[in-house]
């Protein structure tokens, strides 16, 4: 059963532009969510957090929206260069008595064309 | 800067061999985690470890072994390596609190 759900396998997108990428989740006790970015033979690097207590973080480019009753979050890349180009996964956290336990979706390939 | 390092980044073993991957992180990280990447399956956990001594069973653990002699290392074994083991695997380490896991560069493991 999948809990973390990245539905869209790939997003291409022109440089400059907006990149959207959604994760779905059924889980409703994760209480924290993030978003890692992997580029090929290389391990996963964190890239923005977001609590369940908050609906909206933002560090630089990088923007995370989180709808908790809709168990959705999404990951907003503006304006997006060629060097986002990249595998995201979307993680969540399970709630209290977790610990640091990580829950990751199957990812989505972006492409940034220039 | 959390390093987490793995011992090798690319490994070819033959069907039925013991085949081990090494791992170790420089931050005193109490949680330590075992993934395999493969397309389109995401990252999956394999084990992970909240103290030395100490493992439990991810989603995956079945033909993988754990240990976690001292707090910097864990090691991952393959008791009798299979082909459908092949994949990327990834170590990572994390403390309590953020949640954060740093991930190593990964060993891509090839069984033939």
């Known amino acids: 059963d999948q809990q973390v759900k990245q539905n869209s396998p790939s997003l291409s997108v022109q440089e400059g532009r907006i990149s959207i990428l959604n994760c779905d989740y059924t889980?409703?006790?994760?209480?924290?969510f993030l978003w890692y970015k992997k580029y090929p033979a290389e391990g996963p690097t964190f890239l923005i957090s977001i609590s369940s207590i908050k609906d909206k973080n933002e560090d630089g480019r990088f923007t995370v929206f989180l709808n908790k009753s809709a168990k959705h979050l999404s990951l907003h890349i503006v304006p997006s260069q060629p060097g986002d180009s990249a595998v995201y996964f979307c993680a969540a956290r399970g709630g209290p008595g977790a610990n640091s336990k990580l829950t990751f979706g199957k990812g989505i390939t972006l492409s940034v064309r220039p | 800067d959390v390093k987490v390092t793995q011992s090798s980044r690319y490994l070819v073993k033959r069907t039925g061999e013991k085949v081990f991957l090494e791992c170790v992180q420089d931050m005193d990280h109490e949680n330590m985690f075992w993934y395999r990447q493969d397309p389109g399956l995401g990252l999956r956990l394999i084990y992970f470890s909240y103290d030395v001594k100490m493992k439990e069973k991810g989603d995956i653990p079945e033909g993988y072994s754990v240990s976690r002699e001292k707090k910097e290392r864990f090691s991952l074994i393959l008791e009798s390596a299979s082909t459908n083991q092949t994949s990327m695997y990834l170590c990572a380490s994390s403390l309590p609190v953020p949640y954060e896991q740093y991930f190593g560069p990964g060993t891509r493991l090839t069984v033939t």
């Open positions: 889980n409703s006790m994760f209480d924290y």
